[in-house]
């Protein structure tokens, strides 16, 4: 575990697997932090097949430190993961990730796609209800309690309990931030998700797709995912030079199912806590 500065941020990382190995960078969804329940043991055994494997906390997720300069959060967050490649000087990687963890893939890649090996990508967030919810999800309750009681409100939130534990340089960041420039930031980071019918991907054109002609698998929703829709998965692969879709390890259901487990990182429960379950196809889709 270590922190190292990348965009003008500290990012909280770790890196396993043999120190020779090829990197592969793990990305999780939400705004979970690295460690939580699915994503170090999916990571465990990339490592065991030998796989230098990065896991790292997203800006604004554990442990690493937040800004509200960029764009759109995504924009944040890929920015940084190209930022951390390059400054732990990480070469011809593999990109894999699920949920958010997938867009900011993408979104990464297309930013670097000469240093972009191989991509596998599940559980794509898109659809027009699905992106409203994520535009709430993230940005809704921190206008309603920053217009209600400022910044002191705002870090008040659960949304911010885990981080500020993590990182208390987070509260003092949020703190720091005007509660009406921080409603504006909010509105135009939850404007970022908007749906468009000229994209899956928030964030992705289809020239952004068009960069990517490395390899990527492609692991299609449930159809009865209304946050990943089928569609969404059906569509970045048709945009996408030189992908492959799979069907995943699990059923239609799979998101409905894993909804209602509990967040218990200390009994290993979550949401990605079955994500183990894709490494035998993502392996074999990995090898030359």
Partial sequence: MARIAAGGLELDYELIGPGNGPPLVLTPGGRYPRDTAGVPELGQ????????????????????????TA??????????????????GLRNITLVGGSAGSRISLMAAARMPENVRKISIWWISGGPVGLAGL??????????????????????LPSWAD???????????????????????????????GYSDESPVPGMAPEDFARLTMPIQVFRSGRSDMAHTRRTSEWVHELLPNSQMFEPPWGDDEWNYVSTFPIDSANRRGRFERWPLIAPMVLDFLRD
């Fill in 135 to 156: 535009a709430w999800f993230y940005c809704g309750d921190q206008i309603a309690a920053a217009s209600k009681g400022g910044m002191e409100a705002v870090v008040q």
């Fill in 163 to 193: 981080q500020i534990a993590r990182n208390p340089g987070v509260r003092d960041t949020l703190l720091a931030q005007d509660p009406w420039d921080y409603i504006d930031t909010m509105q135009r980071w939850g404007k970022a998700f």
């Fill in 71 to 88: 764009p759109s959060e995504s924009v944040m967050n890929c920015e940084a993961l190209v930022a951390l490649v390059g400054v732990l």
């Fill in 45 to 68: 055994i990339f490592a065991e097949h030998g796989y230098r494997v990065l896991l790292w906390d997203r800006p604004g997720c554990g442990a690493s430190d937040i800004a509200f």
